[in-house]
């Protein structure tokens, strides 16, 4: 019956306790500023780094045994290694959002902005000439083309053109903050119906 050889005695599966320890204490203070200069004085990602280069020493006791006269050079060159890995993995990935991102956007279920809108457009809408208030109902609350308005205002379609053109230059000057966007030499206000 032949057996496995085994493994010889002198070696190490994980660099010891104390010997992790006394190489943290000498060149942990030196890591930690020499991975702080690589992240752009990013604190958090400098001591993850320097922890995952303490913990592939650990991994790698062979590297105790190096004819090195100190680890340094290793540490720091298994830092910079990690320390480019992980640059190029965020930038592979899409940029992550911060809560202050999340803070100042609205929330989709609270309606109160929009209604706070539509109660502006309608106030603007009431306050326009019976002509132009009866355009802007059929092009946009209505979705009427300019020929079917003119059609059922009995009146021509440049007529509709000029007073929808005018209309939205009032509605311009009384609602904060809107500016029409031209399509087809037509502006569009935000959909919502008059009372």
Known sequence: MTTAPTAPTTAR??????????????????LLAFLLGLTQGDRQRAEDLAQETLVRAWLHPEAFDSS?????????????????????????????IGDGMLACTADPADTTESADAA??????VRGLSPEHRAVLVRLYFRGLTV???AADLGIPAGTVKSRSHY???????????YRPRHRAGVARPPAVAPQ
């Open 167 to 177: 209309a939205l230059r009032q509605l311009g000057h009384r609602l904060p903050g």
């Open 13 to 30: 599966a994980t660099t010891d306790e104390r010997a992790l320890k006394q190489l943290q204490r000498e060149h942990g203070q030196a």
């Open 119 to 124: 109660l502006d457009v309608r106030a603007a």
């Open 147 to 149: 020929n079917e308005a």
């Open 68 to 96: 090195y006269e100190s680890m340094r050079p290793w540490l720091f060159t298994v830092a910079r290694r990690l320390a480019i890995d992980a640059r190029r993995s965020r930038l592979s990935r899409p940029t992550e």
